[in-house]
C-alpha cells in the first residue's frame, strides 16, 4: 500500500519512499558482509572495503556522468549472478537487466529524468533511455515467461512493480522483492540465525554504521543537487560497489563454510 500511495505522491515523497526502501531495508543483508569473512581477514576486509566505498564516492562527487552507468552495469551484474546463480547465461542477462532498466519500459520520461538528475547534466544516459526502455522491456518480458512458467508468484510480483510503478518507487520495489529480502534471507540462515530479528541484532552496529554513513554522503551532497537523489544514489553506490567487488573475493576464499562470528556477530 506505502509503494501504490507513494506512486501518486510527488518526487520528494517517492524519493523518502526509496531512501527507505533501498537505503534502510535494503542495507539489511549487506549489513552481513563483515559476518561472512574468516575472523583473521577481517581487518584486511574492512581496510579494502573502506577504501573503495571512499573511492566511489569520490569518482562520484567529480565525474557523475560515468560513475552512474558504471554502477548501473555493475548492479545489473551482481543481481543477475546473485539472484540466479543456477539459471542459465540468458536468464542471469534477463534478471540483471530487467532490475535496472525495467522501470524504463513503461516510463520513459520519468526514468530519464532521474538518470539526468543522478548523472548530472553532462551525462548522456537520459538520451539512451529508449534504448534501455526496450531492453528493460524485453527483459521483463522474459522473466514473466519465466515466472508464469515456474509459479513463481514472488518473481511475477515483482515485474509487475518494476514495469507498472514510476521509476524510483518501482525499482525500489522490485529490489526489495527480487533482490534484498530474499538475500537477507539466505545471509540470515548461512549465520545461523534462528530468525531475522536475531539477525538483525546480530548485525546492528554495522547497519547502523552504514546508515550513518548514507545519511552523511547525501548531507554532503546536497549543496550540488538539491533534491538529495543524486546524494541518494552516491551513498547507494559507496557501499553497494565494496558490496558487489570486495565481499564476493573475501567470501570465496571460506570455501562455503560458515565462519564462526565473533562476539559482536553472534546470533
Not at 548530472?120 to 538520451?127: F, R, T
Amino acid at each position: 500500500m506505502g509503494a501504490v500511495a507513494a506512486s501518486f505522491a510527488p518526487l520528494t515523497v517517492q524519493l523518502a519512499f526509496a531512501i527507505l526502501g533501498i537505503g534502510v531495508v535494503g542495507m539489511v543483508h549487506g549489513a552481513g558482509d563483515l559476518a561472512v569473512v574468516e575472523n583473521s581477514r577481517r581487518p584486511m576486509f574492512l581496510v579494502i572495503y573502506c577504501l573503495v566505498a571512499l573511492a566511489t564516492l569520490l569518482w562520484w562527487t567529480v565525474d557523475p556522468a560515468v560513475a552512474l552507468p558504471a554502477f548501473l552495469l555493475a548492479s545489473a551484474f551482481h543481481f543477475g549472478m546473485e539472484d540466479a546463480p543456477d539459471g542459465t547465461v540468458a536468464e542471469r542477462v534477463a534478471r540483471g537487466v530487467a532490475l535496472v532498466a525495467g522501470p524504463a519500459a513503461l516510463h520513459v520520461a520519468g526514468y530519464g529524468d532521474l538518470l539526468a538528475i543522478a548523472g548530472g547534466p553532462s551525462s548522456a544516459l537520459p538520451i539512451l533511455t529508449p534504448v534501455l526502455a526496450v531492453a528493460g522491456g524485453l527483459a521483463c518480458g522474459v522473466m514473466v515467461a519465466l515466472a508464469i512458467r515456474r509459479r513463481d508468484a514472488r518473481l511475477g510480483i515483482g515485474m509487475a512493480a518494476l514495469l507498472c510503478l514510476p521509476p524510483l518507487v518501482g525499482f525500489t520495489l522490485g529490489f526489495l522483492i527480487l533482490h534484498a529480502l530474499p538475500q537477507t534471507i539466505k545471509r540470515r540462515d548461512r549465520l545461523g540465525c534462528a530468525t531475522t530479528a536475531s539477525y538483525l541484532a546480530s548485525v546492528a552496529p554495522v547497519l547502523g554504521g552504514a546508515l550513518l554513513a548514507t545519511g552523511l554522503i547525501v548531507a554532503l551532497l546536497l549543496h550540488v543537487e538539491p533534491s538529495g537523489l543524486r546524494g541518494l544514489f552516491a551513498a547507494i553506490a559507496s557501499l553497494a560497489i565494496p558490496h558487489l567487488l570486495v565481499t564476493p573475493w573475501f567470501e570465496a576464499r571460506n570455501a562455503g563454510d560458515r565462519p564462526a562470528p565473533t562476539a559482536d556477530l553472534r546470533c
